[in-house]
């Protein structure tokens, strides 16, 4: 059980800055690969996504059919979620992994990079053995994480991230990324996200954990599962990792 509570980052927390979370990163192509392997590869039924955030991903599987929970801390962005066409079809919870109901899932996602939130090595492990037990037996895990040795983070700057969006209803909305410091494998940015109708700047620092792939293969196996296979996510080529483990046991009859 998880000694500290989460507390999500403003940028997902925050309610003015939730809402403009879709419109500022509206290229969600990142999502199709999930999907196709949900849908085409799996043949799932059933589905966990974990750090759903404002529920893109929950909202389009359930479009196809598919039973989804969606679990996030952030009370804002799943306020956004329940708010989408279609969020009715979907459970959502706000909380973490540990937080769940009991649950046979055939497949879970952390979509996004939600694998790089958990920086200490015990709520990474709690998590992963959370999701697994969501899992049915034969069940598959899904995620990606960023490989460190691209150093992805050295653009995370004002200069190269900075926009200026216009969002119908709310005006321009600038943001950008900042790197602040690099801690080994801890990166902490800051995000701040300005509303220029009325002048409100909303501040948000967060830090990523960017583990090994070696790492990460082994956290895997320490919660129980077994690990599928690792392949290059194909929306970020040669950046990042997606890895697939699997629940053990067979799928029941
Ligand atoms: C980069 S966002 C990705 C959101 C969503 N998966 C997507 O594809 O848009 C990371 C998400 O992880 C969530 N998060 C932070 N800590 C978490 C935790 N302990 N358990 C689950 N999700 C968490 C944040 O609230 C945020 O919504």
């Given at each position: 059980m998880r000694e500290t509570e989460v507390v999500p980052d403003a940028i997902f927390d925050h309610p003015r800055v939730a809402a403009v979370y879709d419109p500022l990163d509206p290229d969600r192509t990142d999502l199709d690969e999930y999907a196709r392997i949900i849908v085409d590869e799996l043949g799932a039924r059933t589905l966990l996504d974990v750090g759903c955030g404002t529920g893109t991903f929950g909202v389009l599987l359930a479009g196809r059919g598919i039973a989804v929970v969606g679990v996030d801390p952030a009370r804002a962005s799943v306020a956004v979620a329940r708010g989408k066409p279609g969020a009715d079809a979907v459970t959502w919870i706000v909380g973490t992994a540990e937080d769940l109901p009991a649950l046979q899932v055939d497949a879970a996602t952390m979509t996004a990079n939600v694998a790089q939130v958990f920086l200490d090595d015990d709520d990474w492990a709690a998590t992963l053995v959370a999701i697994s037990h969501a899992l049915r037996p034969g069940g598959t895990l899904i995620f990606e994480a960023r490989r460190p040795e691209v150093r992805a983070w050295e653009g995370w700057t004002k200069e190269a991230s900075g926009q200026v969006?216009?969002?119908?209803?709310?005006?321009?909305?600038?943001?950008?990324?900042?790197?602040?410091?690099?801690?080994?494998?801890?990166?902490?940015?800051?995000?701040?996200?300005?509303?220029?109708?009325?002048?409100?700047?909303?501040?948000?620092?967060?830090?990523?954990?960017?583990?090994?792939?070696?790492?990460?293969?082994?956290?895997?196996?320490?919660?129980?599962?077994?690990?599928?296979?690792?392949?290059?996510?194909a929306y970020a080529p040669g950046r990042s990792w997606l890895y697939l483990a699997r629940r053990p046991g067979a799928a029941p009859a």
């Open positions: 969006v216009s969002v119908p209803g709310v005006g321009d909305v600038e943001d950008w990324v900042q790197v602040t410091s690099v801690d080994g494998e801890f990166v902490t940015f800051d995000s701040p996200t300005i509303f220029h109708a009325d002048g409100e700047r909303i501040e948000s620092t967060s830090t990523l954990r960017f583990r090994s792939r070696a790492a990460i293969e082994d956290s895997i196996v320490h919660a129980g599962l077994e690990l599928v296979e690792v392949r290059d996510l």
